[in-house]
DNA sequence: CTGTTAGCGCCTTCAC
DNA sequence: GTGAAGGCGCTAACAG
């Protein structure tokens, strides 16, 4: 049987349609032993509801949106290396899992600038958003004061007090890092970041790496963003290493640990054998290198995944009411050779 | 008026509802007017048709699919290199282009395996489906044998003649590059690859990249897959480059490319000042590099657009008596200063 | 907790 | 070429 009918598993159910509705709506509104038979029926008539009936009666879209903000203010933060293609395909994944199997469905949405989200019908377009990659406090202020639908903003957002939101913990990742070198018996290490007073996460990024080295004062060595700065920050380090009095380096991220690598090459200094070396965002670039970058990966997709269950409770909650929820997700070590 | 309602359209076009319905979903059986009519209504009213009370009723799931396999069969073309990552969010934007405003929204599914495609209902998950990155002989068959719904199958798929696809020109893309060593003055290219007789792409792009020297004979060296046998590949070449036997390389792709550009550099050879160096795929390597290599573009996301546009022809008429349709994307060039 | 009932907005025969 | 009318599968009152 292939055709789905609520009816039909009603009946062989024993209950009546509605409470099948209520088993897929409200399922804590029904008695356990009929939950169970409804279920029964249901994957017995290969049954499931309809998401399209569900929608229209529901008078809403039956969508979830994933919005992403085109922005070109981002540059200080990747230079113009685009990153977010990398995590995309996790984040997706990630919100796949959940919207899967409820009653919505997911749509991707591009904006362009941060107006956009005060002039967009939203409620024509979907029933609840998700904000991928949002950093900033304008972004934050934009999507409570624009978006007129449930939404959760992600992924660098522990600080925005005033809307729901789903986080990495670059503190956390930072120590992690820190905590591993030490782990390794590296005692001696400096920081190679940029802007972390524009840059949050940067800064939170050393801070949790030095709270790993809570005995020492880790040098933190600021220069341009991306492999530019990179190369720049480790030249200037390169006495301090070849005598030992620094011993390891982090970096605030992968795309900044490649001018890392870049110049440690050029000096003939090999990461994992002359220096211990780790950095952040996991990202795909082993293959280009010429051994493995120890790392720390975010977990977009665990971010995204909590951020869409966050996004289905509050919208089956009352929308008014809502009391501000923010979730965390803690970044997770990739092993590499480079330490 | 943000209310969509059709029958207020309706009487301010002075006609019936069944009238407006028609203009969306069959405008050739409207008279002129009665259309012009309708649509300015709704221009003015802000009205658009309801997609789920459309799928409803229409009986259908209003949802195209884009459906990944998952194949580990797949190590020899990219080793454990993520690439589709990086493809997967220009496909999604190329995509998203046409369905946005058509009545179907877009579903992202993932198989496992290629028995999945004969065990799925399909009816019951979508109206129509895009196949990703269909590259053997075999899953295209499968796709044959066991997708209910109208499908079409992208993007190395030029030669499968038994279903709807839409293709990138390996030989073309292969023919630019050739050219385009030829226009800055190379004249003495090798070509680097790997199991030209398994991957038909591999050797489509060296038979085009031939045909671009038709005057000689360019060598074609095999190795691994991947930048190790880039690597090697190159290393056996050295001495040929050196005495100016070979002034240009051709790569089968730009992963490959890696494991080459890691060998010059240890020869202390620079792709653009000591060699010509054309690869293929684009992929955002530039970064990582020391310079920027130059590369075919196979242009995803145009590939994607045609084939969502195809398949939107496709579910609108009549399934049963498809006649098979193939479309071909062309690549561009993308210039760098390796060459 | 559970069943009954009234539409949600649209598409599609069927008459005209 | 056009209008009238039924019903797609579901959910949200409401009444028990």
């Known amino acids: 049987m292939t055709k789905n009918n609520r009816d039909k598993v009603a009946e062989l159910a024993g209950v009546s349609s509605a409470t099948v509705s209520r088993v897929y709506n409200n399922p804590d509104k029904v008695s356990q032993p009929r939950k169970k038979a409804v279920l029964d029926a249901a994957k017995l008539l290969g049954y499931s509801p309809d998401k399209s009936a569900s929608a229209l009666r529901r008078k809403g879209t039956g969508q979830i949106s ?3 903000i085109k922005k070109k203010k981002r ?15 996790d984040v997706l994944n990630g919100i796949m899992d959940v919207v899967e199997d409820s009653m919505y469905r997911l749509n991707l949405k591009t904006l362009h600038s941060l107006d956009e989200i005060a002039s967009i019908n939203w409620k024509q377009d979907c029933d609840g958003a998700i904000f991928y990659d949002v950093v900033e406090q304008e972004e934050a202020a ?3 004061a624009g978006c007129s639908v449930p939404a959760v903003i992600s992924h660098n957002t522990s600080v925005f007090t005033e809307c729901m939101r789903c986080s990495t913990n670059n503190y956390q990742g930072g120590e992690i890092a820190g905590r591993h070198l030490l782990d390794k018996g590296y005692e001696k290490p400096a ?6 007073e524009m840059i949050r996460s940067n800064k939170e990024r050393y801070d949790g790496f030095q709270g790993a080295f809570s005995h020492i004062e880790v040098p933190q060595i600021l220069g341009e963003p991306g492999k530019k700065g990179g190369y720049e920050a480790t030249k200037s380090l390169i006495s301090e290493i070849r005598t030992g009095r620094i011993d390891a380096l982090g970096v605030v991220n992968d795309l900044t640990a490649i001018g890392v690598i870049q110049c440690l090459q050029d000096e003939g200094l090999k990461p994992g054998r002359d220096i211990g070396l780790i950095a952040y965002d996991n990202m795909p670039l082993n293959y280009v290198l010429p051994f493995n970058l120890t790392s720390i990966d975010l977990r977009p997709d665990l971010l995204y995944r909590e951020a869409s269950c966050m996004l289905l409770d509050l919208m089956h909650s009352d929308y008014d009411s809502h ?11 990739v092993e590499g050779d480079s330490v």
């Open 66 to 68: 994933l919005v992403s």
């Open 75 to 89: 540059t200080p933060y990747w230079g113009d290396f685009p990153t977010a293609k990398w995590f995309y395909t």
């Open 142 to 144: 934009a999507v409570v």
């Open 191 to 196: 920081y190679i970041s940029y802007l972390p």
């Open 323 to 333: 009391k501000i929820v923010s979730r965390i997700v803690i970044p997770e070590l």
